[in-house]
């Protein structure tokens, strides 16, 4: 096989990696948008139940206990609405980068805010091809918002 045919069969599987990751991530949006995350009390009362399951002396306990539940509607409006931007960014390969980005921020703020799983941090740098190469410009609109605007940092 060629250098160029696996190049493009590389590309095809980032690609289609991209797009995994968009469907995850648009699907865990849906699922807090029905949960009524934003207009409820639904994530303060996760965070009271993820306080009793974890060391009372970890930085996920502090995080919860001093920020986490005195903000949960500031922080479920940010979870809410990331999951469904970087979910479509991701999608549509607009911003793509900067989705990416805000992908691999969100999994490492969830470990880092008591829902540690060693899965998190593999998954966060799943993210990683999408913010070194520009995914959106094989395929999506960031070619396009580039040709436009060649100055702008959030096409390229």
Request: glycine share 8%.
């Amino acid at each position: 096989m060629n250098a160029r045919k696996r190049l493009g069969a590389g590309r095809v599987a980032v690609l289609a990696l991209r797009y995994l990751l968009a469907l995850f991530f648009l699907s865990a949006a849906a699922n807090k948008w029905k949960q009524h995350y934003i207009s409820s009390d639904r994530l303060s009362r996760i965070f009271a139940e993820r306080l009793e399951e974890i060391d009372p002396e970890s930085f996920g306990a502090w995080f919860i206990e001093h920020i986490g539940l005195p903000h949960y509607q500031p922080l479920a409006w940010m979870v809410c609405w990331g999951e469904t931007f970087i979910g479509l960014g991701l999608l549509f390969g607009f911003m793509t980068r900067g989705a990416a980005a805000g992908a691999m921020l969100m999994m490492f703020s969830f470990a880092i805010g008591g829902y540690y799983d060693a899965s998190l941090i593999a998954l966060a740098l799943m993210f990683s091809p999408f913010v070194i190469w520009p995914t959106g410009h094989w395929h999506g609109l960031d070619a396009r918002m580039h040709a436009r605007y060649p100055q702008s940092w959030l096409f390229r």
